[in-house]
């Protein structure tokens, strides 16, 4: 079947969603972001294509990270529904998502983490799959723990779960965190707090859905996240 | 209208699994040689203090030899080369090195010759975007670079088949981003 390709339009973001580059309490942050205003320009086809296939080139490792039996995580059980869309609201199927966190003691499995807290043998943490037609994927992982950063300031990241994720163009690929309803540290957090405006901030915040016993061993949370692009209107002829 | 989910920080704590082996040689895809000629990137990142970043994520996109992305946007895109996916991911290692090693990128339509960069890494709150050229050309992308800072975007020629693209993120001959 001849498919028509709809081209992907890229407008700028409302940098009020976006996060400061700079942040108060955040020391690399001055050091590492240019100081010359950033250069604007019109995207071009470089630009508004892009990988559609970096699942091809990468090791998928499927979305079930929490272990079973006596191999299982220590932690709270958690199932994450993640649904993938554009900014029209339509799903990003086929897209990769890479996501990775701590384990429940705030504990990465990374050789930049100190020893602040212990290990746990049967968690790695860290997904990679690929969004389904719907723009879904579902992860069974653990609650991730809150760990403090070495600013030695009392500065401690809430419970947050990294993501990377791909979509149809250049411009889409987004690396993001997801944080957790109810956390004390939310309102403190030097990096969830760099996005000013307040619905856009509070979008970063994955909802928690009420148990059903479905599935009976852990809780639900959905989170949404939204790529850059929108299809363009087709032209009639 | 959806509004576009907020970027963060990679942080410093991106999986080492995911760069994988060969995430940085785009010329070899599915076991198969991309055609064209095979080039070597290397180049050092550092930030305002000179330092060297360890562990930064480096992406690039680029089209194959005859200058087609691998993309249906592309309206030759049935003619792209099946063995050329277009992109890679690298590492910095200890002094701020990456290399890729990929195909010379013909010229797109209306564009000169030239390999799409993204960097991520801790501190960096969102992810910083920049366009390696090889030679200074007639490129809508390279033109909105103002006159006095487009030699930053040159790779310099260091021997047959191989290039350096050095990055300064910060600072004096800090390399120019594109706000977008
Ligand atoms: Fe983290």
Known sequence: MLSIPMPTIIQPRDERTQPARIVAGYPQTPLRNPRQPLVKRSPTLSELSGPLEAARRVKLLGGDIAGHGDKQAIGQLIHLKVRVLDEDGAPVGGTLVEMWQANAAGRYLHPNDDDHAPPDPNFYGAARLVTDESGRCELRTVKPGAYPVPTRDGWWRPPHVHFSLFGKVWLSRLVTQMYFPGEPLNGQDRILNAVPDTAARESLVARYLPPTGDPHDALVFEHQIVLRGRAATPVQP | ?180
């Open chain 2, 1 to 180: 209208m959806m509004i576009p989910t907020g970027e963060a920080t990679i942080g410093p704590f991106f999986p080492p699994r995911y760069v994988d082996q060969g995430a940085n040689d785009l010329t070899m895809f599915d076991g198969r040689k991309a055609k064209g000629e095979a080039i070597w990137i290397r180049g050092r990142v550092v930030q305002e203090d000179g330092a060297a970043l360890e562990n930064l994520i480096v992406e690039i996109w680029q089209p194959d030899a005859d200058g087609i992305f691998r993309h249906p946007a592309d309206p030759r895109h049935a003619r792209a080369d099946p063995d050329f996916l277009g992109w890679g991911r690298a590492a910095t290692d200890d002094k701020g090195g990456y290399v890729f090693r990929t195909i010379m990128p013909g010229a797109p339509e209306g564009r000169a010759p030239h390999i799409n960069f993204m960097l991520m890494f801790s501190g960096l709150m969102r992810i910083l975007k920049t366009t390696l050229y090889f030679e200074h050309g007639m490129d809508v992308v390279l033109l909105a670079v103002p006159a006095s800072r487009r030699e930053l975007l040159m790779a310099k020629k260091q021997g047959p088949g191989s290039y350096r693209f050095d990055i300064r993120l910060r600072g004096e001959n800090e390399t120019p981003f594109f706000g977008d």
